[in-house]
T-cell receptor, first 111, second 114 residues
Framework: SQKIEQNSEALNIQEGKTATLTCNYT??????LQWYRQDPGRGPVFLLL?????KEKRKERLKVTFDTTLKQSLFHITASQPADSATYLC??????????FGTGTSLTVIP | DTGVSQDPRHKITKRGQNVTFRCDPI?????LYWYRQTLGQGPEFLTY????????KSRLLSDRFSAERPKGSFSTLEIQRTEQGDSAMYLC????????????FGPGTRLTVT
């Protein structure tokens, strides 16, 4: 079955620095990969999608890369702010249109 | 329409009771998903509907779980004979398959089985 792993440790960074989150997957070759943000007690909110034929995608301070050879996606937040503190989830669509989410990485940006 | 809504937001029930949750998706969205999320984990796929047809169910969905989406609009998720292990956040998401892959999530229903 599909397995998705994200940074197992919570990530604490200083305000203004770049946060880099990792998503590794096995047993599948997805056509695209998504990143979501989740705040405590709320549903996830979509941030970015990157397709298998795209190496990099940007949206404002966010950047996502996708390496289908390594089966890895990296998610970067540049010039991080305390408001970026949240859990970030990667997700991919597998067989039967089932969606698989990683366990998430908790990011805390320290002022 | 301001987004996906779920009702109730919280439910406390005794073990063995039946519970039903409701999800109202964004009106033009043809696909609807149900997920379960426990503390420290990502959402786990349970099932999804394309319009009113239930097309896929996870192995996580035991025979105590049933979902419906009559007329392709709102959906209900029922859990019969609840167990303590059913305690979790139940999330609903919807999507319009014609234009994007983005899922819009509701706020979730937190179930506590005592």
């Amino acid at each position: 079955s599909q397995k998705i792993e994200q940074n197992s440790e919570a990530l604490n960074i200083q305000e203004g620095k770049t946060a880099t989150l990792t998503c590794n997957y096995t047993n599948y070759s997805p056509a695209y990969l998504q990143w979501y943000r989740q705040d405590p007690g709320r549903g996830p909110v979509f941030l970015l999608l990157i397709r298998e034929n795209e190496k990099e995608k940007r949206k404002e301070r966010l950047k996502v890369t996708f390496d289908t050879t390594l089966k890895q996606s990296l998610f970067h937040i540049t010039a991080s702010q305390p408001a970026d503190s949240a859990t970030y989830l990667c997700a991919l669509e597998g067989t039967g249109n089932q969606f698989y989410f990683g366990t998430g990485t908790s990011l805390t940006v320290i002022p | 329409d301001t987004g996906v809504s779920q009702d109730p937001r919280h439910k406390i029930t005794k073990r063995g009771q039946n519970v039903t949750f409701r999800c109202d998706p964004i009106s033009e969205h043809n696909r609807l998903y149900w997920y379960r999320q426990t503390l420290g984990q990502g959402p786990e796929f349970l099932t999804y509907f394309q319009n009113e047809a239930q097309l896929e169910k996870s192995r996580l969905l035991s025979d105590r779980f049933s979902a419906e989406r009559p007329k392709g609009s709102f959906s209900t998720l029922e859990i019969q004979r609840t167990e303590q292990g059913d305690s979790a956040m139940y999330l609903c998401a919807s999507r319009w398959t014609g234009s994007s892959y983005e899922q819009y999530f509701g706020p979730g229903t937190r179930l506590t089985v005592t």
